[in-house]
């Protein structure tokens, strides 16, 4: 939505809502990444070291 829809719509957030909404981002972020972190590391676990090697 541009800046205009959400004058028209009445949705104003006060400095205190949008911190609190860039902070509460900023941690799904954070967790969404450790997530994706965590389930490539226990692919490579579970298919061995092997899988990082390129065949000659």
């Known amino acids: 939505m541009t800046e205009q829809n959400h004058e028209q ?4 957030l ?3 809502q949008a911190k609190s909404r860039r ?10 990444a450790a997530l ?3 389930f ?3 692919t490579i676990v ?3 070291p092997n899988v ?5």
Request: net charge positive; glycine share 6%; aromatic share 4%.
């Open 9 to 12: 719509n009445g949705v104003r």
């Open 46 to 48: 579970k298919l061995g």
């Open 40 to 42: 490539y590391a226990i």
């Open 23 to 32: 902070a509460r981002n900023i941690a799904i972020a954070v967790i969404v």
């Open 36 to 38: 994706v972190v965590i």
């Open 14 to 16: 006060t400095p205190e």
């Open 52 to 56: 990082l090697l390129k065949p000659n």
